[in-house]
């Protein structure tokens, strides 16, 4: 078995350069603004993820259950203002006119994305 990029000095890596050039090819320019939303929708996943852990240790706090409530509600709509301008934010959304979205990219974890 032929293996296709390997560590040899006289390769300098060139096909493994190819390749990426390839995809970098196909896939769209990240939008500044999409960039913008996805930092938006990380932040509120980092405060939903602090309050549910604030929950665990206080379950009866009902400030944090209202906070958190609120968190919910602002991702989902964040969430939602990316996969209309941006396209999905997770591969399991909602297929829209018969067409797999989730492929079109840059996916949100990739260096353009971010």
């Known amino acids: 078995m032929e293996r296709r990029f390997n560590n040899n000095p006289a390769n300098n890596g060139s096909a493994w ?25 990380q932040e509120i996943d980092f405060a939903l993820m602090d309050t549910k852990l604030f929950l665990d240790a206080y379950p009866r706090n009902l400030m944090a259950m209202e906070y958190f409530n609120q968190l919910i509600e602002k991702r989902d709509a964040a969430a939602q203002a990316y996969h209309a ?17 989730w492929i079109n990219g840059p996916w949100p974890w990739e260096f353009d994305a971010n």
């Open 17 to 41: 350069q190819n390749e990426m050039s390839r995809a970098e090819e196909m896939r769209y320019p990240a939008d500044p603004n999409c960039k913008r939303m996805l930092r938006q929708i």
């Open 85 to 101: 301008q941006c396209g999905p934010l997770v591969a399991d959304e909602r297929i829209e006119n018969n067409t797999w979205l």
